[in-house]
């Protein structure tokens, strides 16, 4: 999930520099240290600095974004479903504001019952809606629309005919985009053969969103694609060359194609102890189990069983690891 350059912009104008949030901080250091603590993934610390702003500044919805962005990151369900529906009711005309509440509203539901769960999976949809009704040209907020109505039921308002009529909007007002919305929506379905080809065009179609571009990155990586994961590098490092995705996907490309594997383990290693923890990046497990697949590569049976076995202590259902480490002790 990207912080709105909207964000840093609103943080400059709205808040002067004799405003003090913090003990011994002023505005402009506060909201700089906010930013840098989520950079790094301190999430915690990014909370108490902006709780703070928020008690100097009640009425300004950037910061409760911004807390609802923490708080996401966290996995505080409740408290970002308060701060982003804060915002909403600040400003109900950002777009950006109804695209986190669905946001947030849609992690809740996955971490709640049945019943509690149908019910804010409906108010995420909407509040996705609403979020494009409000900027068509928020295109994260119809990428959302599209994977719901696409994945979800009819009793939960979501439907086939729904997402393809969406579709065919974005692809109006952006071929990457719509390219990208079609194959999101087939790999839904398990019609990988056809999500292939729209993840192709997509990337050939010079996408803007570097977090569109990692998300084929993700799906390249589970279904094994080493040419894909390259052509998604090349295009990532265009848009943001900072990003620690890049050199992550690269590595994997690499294990897969059995080339430069010292190289990839560097490169993995520098990831697990540089790259910030965030909801759409690999995971801490996904990479212990990379290198488990590069240590396979290298025929070092027992590296591969210790870096599965770290992954699943980590995520006890993660995949990669459990399906590794069963290949590995069949051997």
Same mark, same amino acid.
């Given at each position: 999930?990207?912080?709105?350059?909207?964000?840093?912009?609103?943080?400059?104008?709205?808040?002067?520099?004799?405003?003090?949030?913090?003990?011994?901080?002023?505005?402009?250091?506060?909201?700089?240290?906010?930013?840098?603590?989520?950079?790094?993934?301190?999430?915690?610390?990014?909370?108490?600095?902006?709780?703070?702003?928020?008690?100097?500044?009640?009425?300004?919805?950037?910061?409760?974004?911004?807390?609802?962005?923490?708080?996401?990151?966290?996995?505080? =369900?409740?408290?970002?479903?308060?701060?982003?529906?804060?915002?909403?009711?600040?400003?109900?005309?950002?777009?950006?504001?109804?695209?986190?509440?669905?946001?947030?509203?849609?992690?809740?539901?996955?971490?709640?019952?049945?019943?509690?769960?149908?019910?804010?999976?409906?108010?995420?949809?909407?509040?996705?809606?609403?979020?494009?009704?409000?900027?068509?040209?928020?295109?994260?907020?119809?990428?959302?629309?599209?994977?719901?109505?696409?994945?979800?039921?009819?009793?939960?308002?979501?439907?086939?005919?729904?997402?393809? $009529?969406?579709?065919?909007?974005?692809?109006?007002?952006?071929?990457?985009?719509?390219?990208?919305?079609?194959?999101?929506?087939?790999?839904?379905?398990?019609?990988?053969?056809?999500?292939?080809?729209?993840?192709?065009?997509?990337? %050939?179609?010079?996408?803007?969103?570097? #977090?569109?571009?990692?998300?084929?990155?993700?799906?390249?990586?589970?279904?094994?694609?080493? #040419?894909?994961?390259?052509?998604?590098?090349?295009?990532? *490092?265009?848009?943001?060359?900072?990003?620690?995705?890049?050199?992550?996907?690269?590595?994997?490309?690499?294990?897969?194609?059995?080339?430069?594997?010292?190289?990839?383990?560097?490169?993995?290693?520098?990831?697990?102890?540089?790259?910030?923890?965030?909801?759409?990046?690999?995971?801490?497990?996904?990479? =212990?189990?990379?290198?488990?697949?590069?240590?396979?590569?290298?025929?070092?049976?027992?590296?591969?069983?210790?870096?599965? *076995?770290?992954?699943? $202590?980590?995520?006890? $259902?993660?995949?990669?690891?459990?399906?590794?480490?069963?290949?590995?002790?069949? %051997?």
């Amino acid at each position: 999930m990207r912080i709105s350059r909207l964000i840093c912009a609103a943080f400059a104008l709205f808040f002067p520099a004799g405003v003090c949030f913090a003990s011994g901080m002023n505005s402009h250091e506060a909201i700089e240290a906010a930013l840098r603590a989520y950079t790094q993934g301190d999430y915690p610390k990014a909370v108490q600095i902006l709780q703070a702003a928020s008690q100097a500044e009640p009425r300004n919805g950037d910061i409760h974004l911004f807390l609802a962005k923490n708080y996401y990151e966290m996995g505080e =369900h409740d408290r970002a479903v308060a701060s982003a529906e804060a915002a909403v009711s600040i400003d109900s005309k950002s777009s950006i504001y109804h695209e986190w509440l669905g946001r947030v509203y849609g992690n809740k539901a996955e971490h709640c019952g049945w019943l509690c769960a149908l019910k804010y999976a409906k108010k995420s949809r909407a509040e996705f809606e609403t979020a494009v009704q409000l900027d068509e040209k928020n295109f994260a907020a119809m990428q959302a629309l599209i994977e719901y109505d696409c994945s979800a039921p009819g009793i939960a308002g979501g439907g086939d005919d729904k997402a393809a $009529k969406e579709i065919e909007k974005m692809a109006a007002l952006d071929v990457a985009e719509g390219h990208y919305a079609k194959g999101n929506c087939r790999r839904q379905k398990k019609d990988f053969a056809e999500a292939d080809a729209e993840f192709t065009k997509a990337l %050939q179609n010079k996408p803007k969103s570097v #977090d569109l571009v990692y998300d084929i990155g993700d799906y390249a990586m589970k279904r094994d694609q080493a #040419d894909r994961l390259a052509a998604v590098v090349d295009t990532g *490092e265009k848009l943001d060359e900072k990003d620690p995705r890049g050199p992550f996907y690269l590595a994997v490309a690499w294990i897969l194609r059995g080339e430069k594997l010292a190289e990839a383990e560097s490169a993995i290693h520098e990831y697990l102890n540089k790259a910030p923890r965030r909801n759409n990046y690999p995971s801490s497990a996904m990479a =212990h189990c990379w290198l488990g697949r590069l240590a396979e590569r290298q025929g070092a049976r027992d590296s591969a069983i210790s870096e599965y *076995e770290t992954a699943l $202590k980590l995520e006890p $259902k993660n995949r990669c690891a459990g399906d590794g480490l069963k290949r590995v002790k069949k %051997q």
